[in-house]
């Protein structure tokens, strides 16, 4: 039997699924490289093995042009070194390159020269995300302070009409009992 269980999370899995028996491997991912990138790129765009000696030194030079984009592409991906605006920097998985990769799936050359334009998009994306996310958070701190000092007027109101409204009655000894 074969199972797979993914999150983001593990420290907050219960303590029986983490007994062993339960999940034999543990595996973690993390965002691509560089090298990666690289790699990726010539996995995508394979060249077919040669038959003649012609065609090995044009598949030579193929090769050595699919190289050259797999550079470019991977230069332009990891080119970006701008923080976001919490400090963070752009990280893409190896999924997220696959998913642009295939868009151009029959053009390496068009791959490699969209990189660019594709991460500044996705750049921007997150910073506004990010941007979005720091307003959320400075908006509910400000909620939270004006309900705290709403609170604290009202018990500042309270405690004042309560001294207010609530009669002092006199001293027994200054009360006179007619019997």
């Not at 999940?23 to 038959?51: C, G, I, M, R, W």
């Not at 984009?69 to 752009?90: C, E, M, W, Y």
């Amino acid at each position: 039997m074969c199972g797979v269980d993914g999150r983001n999370h593990p420290e907050h899995l219960d303590e029986a699924l983490m007994r062993p028996g339960r999940f034999d491997v543990h595996a973690e991912f993390f965002d691509s490289n560089y090298a990666q990138a690289l790699a990726l790129f010539k996995h995508f765009y394979p060249l077919a093995e040669p038959t003649d000696v012609d065609a090995k030194t044009e598949s030579e030079k193929s090769q050595a042009i699919i190289d050259v984009h797999a550079r470019n592409f991977a230069d332009k991906v990891f080119g970006i070194n701008q923080p976001l605006p919490d400090g963070s920097t752009l990280t893409l998985s190896m999924a997220a390159l696959q998913g642009f990769l295939l868009k151009y799936k029959k053009s390496p050359g068009k791959a490699a020269e969209e990189a660019d334009k594709w991460v500044r998009d996705l750049w921007t994306g997150q910073a506004k995300k990010m941007e979005e996310k720091i307003e959320r958070v400075k908006a509910k701190k400000a909620r939270k302070l004006a309900e705290a000092e709403e609170k604290a007027g009202y018990a500042v109101l309270n405690q004042e009409h309560a001294e207010v409204s609530s009669p002092t009655l006199p001293s027994a000894d200054l009360v006179s009992v007619k019997t």
